[in-house]
């Protein structure tokens, strides 16, 4: 499972896609995507699992087929008893590994290979050395980490045997709630929400008093407006010693993101080229990268070191 | 696991803000009372606020003279390369007596469950244990003796983690309501560059600005965004990402996305807490004054007493002191809160 680092890795969907186009979507990336890991599963609401479980063995299988690491990623928020459930069952799966994202996962998962995802809470050395004790491979760290503490858990994961993983592209998770803000936004509630949340395949913008673009609903998930956009800090994460580099995805070409970022992980496009080229993506928002460099979340802050917003 | 049939007589739970505020809720009938170092390991380091070592250890012998317990709140997350304050806080716990400490990170319950093993344990809210699995890993792993549970349940869920869990269970009944599962929320941090789980602070004073118009009209901003705006003679709040207006395509007009400004009280849903196993009763509130500390202790210790008595518990002036005399009974009653 330990990867000889510079991989290209695609997280969970966070969205409620149409059952086909969510399959579809995962055949095109199994046929065509330079990714070495595929992270698979619901890990926002489980109402949805429903809704693409009949299709969920197929993309599996194609996944694989086409040289993948397939890795079942939990729910990120577990309460209800079927939310309990389906951790319990995403859990029970022996054939691939299995991302944990609360600590009802690590509790079935304990003792035994798995992930840790961004979801949890790996902010420190000694957080880290636990979970690595209790089986954990693979840690993808939480968005808001800077780089100097992303640097320092490098540093610690090397001597655990555990493999780093930050995520470089897409809309970042900034809160999780039990209440659904796209049904509260429909004049309903998480129990009768009729899937409103499909509308929105990149999730529902939040707009402040003056108009201004400020977060995005999705479900129980508040994310950024901004989609994060990491390609000119890889070398710097690469000589840190982050072996694993995220993409989360979105509706745009996600064929089109990875192979960017391939080229820029691999070394035959500059930083500059690919931040080029993912600036002629047609994206619903700007890049941001605060985070990565202490600053506010939100804040873009552009090779030559000058800081906007 | 836990025999839930009978209500124990629960422990009221209070905020201590300050030295001065710890005496207060003590005095007004505080079984225990909660508070933190002056640094970025507790959830309110905001400034003016929390304890010196000193201050805490007179702190702690005056709640001990009175036969009540200190909490000390360690509860945020050490970013990597920084942890050694967090083990300071503990070290300072141990020494001063306190009589548990509240965490959240895996790494300092760890280190606490590590060096020092007779120091009792409590799992933070910030923790955003909502499972009993998620509950029993913190309890098997580091011996946690009791979880403050998020404030997403509602009664039905609480009693049924009740009984799958072997810890005791501290319930929040009072006080600012935050829509998002704590530990878990990055919006903060997001606006100001200030982290809620790092640094320990939500919607930083620094960062808040209020604008007044010619007309009156007050705009409320954090960092550059603005938040809510009131219209003149309006009750404005205090600005806070989860609780601002905003519009979408599905609302083109602004409403509370997330939630409105009011504040949790649960001081008629008491007796059914009691019934599903809660034992500790948690008032919100490090932040707010000694006047706000002793009314609304005096008032939970009344309430208490009077349930326990078999009597009907009077709580209707606690209403004036919720966040823009609006209340909330959050989760706790309905799923359709959700």
């Known amino acids: 499972m330990r990867g000889a680092g510079n991989e290209l890795t695609l997280g969970p969907n966070l969205f409620n896609w149409?059952?086909?186009t969510w399959r579809d979507f995962y055949f095109r990336i199994a046929d065509e995507a330079p990714l070495a890991v595929v992270y698979l599963g619901e890990t926002i609401c489980s109402k949805r699992v429903p809704l693409f479980r009949d299709h969920y063995a197929a993309v599996t299988e194609r996944l694989r087929a086409a040289g993948k690491t397939v890795v079942h990623s939990t729910l990120g928020e577990t309460a209800s008893r079927v939310d309990r459930r389906l951790v319990s069952d995403v859990c029970g799966v022996t054939d691939d590994?299995?991302?944990a994202n609360d600590s009802s996962a690590t509790f079935h998962l304990r003792g035994r290979p798995h992930c840790i995802g961004p979801l949890m809470n790996v902010y420190n050395e000694e957080t880290l050395r636990f979970l690595a004790g209790k089986g954990a491979q693979n840690i993808?760290?939480?968005?808001?980490?800077?780089?100097?503490?992303?640097?320092v858990l490098c540093a610690a994961a090397r001597t655990e045997n555990v493999t780093i993983e930050v995520q470089v592209f897409g809309r970042q998770s900034l809160a999780l709630s039990?209440?659904?803000y796209h049904a509260r936004a429909h004049g309903r509630t998480k129990d009768t929400c009729l899937f409103v949340c499909e509308n929105d395949p990149d999730g529902l913008v939040l707009s402040t008093l003056e108009r201004k673009p400020f977060l995005v609903a999705n479900g129980v998930q508040t994310l950024s407006y901004e989609y994060l956009n990491l390609a000119q800090e890889i070398p710097a994460l690469k000589a840190a010693g982050v072996s694993r580099y995220r993409l989360s995805p979105h509706s745009c070409d996600m064929v089109q993101v990875a192979t960017i970022f391939r080229g820029v992980l691999v070394g035959v496009l500059s930083a500059e080229e690919t931040l080029a080229s993912l600036q002629e993506m047609p994206l619903d928002a700007p890049f941001s990268n605060g985070f990565h460099h202490g600053r506010p979340?939100?804040?873009w802050t552009a090779p030559t070191g000058a800081v906007s917003h | 696991m836990n025999d839930h049939a009978a209500p124990r007589r629960p422990e009221l739970v209070c905020p201590a803000g300050t030295p001065a505020s710890l005496r207060t809720a003590v005095d007004a009938g505080a079984d225990a009372v909660y508070c933190g170092l002056q640094n970025a390991t507790n959830a309110r380091n905001f400034p003016g606020l929390n304890f010196t070592p000193d201050e805490l250890r007179r702190s702690v012998d005056y709640a001990h003279t009175r036969r009540a317990k200190v909490l000390l709140a360690v509860n945020t997350f050490p970013p990597a390369g920084q942890f050694q304050l967090w083990k300071d806080a503990i070290g300072i716990a141990a020494s001063v007596g306190a009589d548990a400490i509240i965490v959240a990170d895996i790494g300092v319950a760890c280190y606490a469950a590590r060096e020092y093993p007779q120091l009792r344990l409590h799992l933070s809210v910030q923790a955003g244990a909502s499972s009993p699995e998620a509950i029993r890993f913190y309890c098997e792993e580091f011996d946690v003796r009791r979880v403050v549970l998020p404030r997403i349940l509602t009664v039905a869920e609480i009693a049924d983690i009740h009984r799958q869990i072997p810890c005791e269970i501290e319930a929040f009944v009072f006080g600012n309501i935050g829509m998002m599962a704590e530990g878990r929320c990055s919006l903060t941090n997001y606006v100001t560059g200030v982290s809620t789980n790092m640094d320990g602070v939500c919607s930083p004073a620094a960062a808040v600005r209020y604008d007044e118009e010619a007309d009156g009209t007050l705009t409320t901003r954090l960092g550059s965004f603005v938040i809510d705006?009131?219209?003149?003679g309006e009750n404005g709040g205090y600005p806070t990402i989860c609780k601002g207006r905003y519009s979408c395509a599905a609302q083109p007009e602004?409403?509370?996305a997330f939630e409105e400004p009011r504040s949790l009280n649960l001081s008629a849903l008491l007796p059914d807490l009691m019934r599903a196993g809660v034992t500790?009763?948690?008032i919100e509130g490090r932040q707010r004054s000694r006047a706000y500390v002793k009314s609304v202790v005096a008032a939970f210790r009344r309430a208490v007493d009077d349930i326990m008595a078999g009597r009907q518990a009077a709580l209707t002036d606690l209403i004036a002191l919720t966040e823009g005399h609006k209340e909330t009974q959050g989760a706790f009653q309905s799923k359709s809160w959700r």
């Open chain 1, 18 to 20: 149409a059952p086909e």
């Open chain 1, 97 to 99: 590994l299995v991302e």
């Open chain 1, 140 to 151: 993808c760290l939480p968005i808001e980490l800077p780089f100097t503490s992303i640097g």
């Open chain 1, 178 to 180: 039990a209440r659904c």
């Open chain 1, 297 to 299: 979340g939100y804040g």
């Open chain 2, 229 to 232: 705006r009131y219209g003149c």
């Open chain 2, 254 to 256: 602004p409403y509370y």
């Open chain 2, 280 to 282: 500790a009763l948690k």
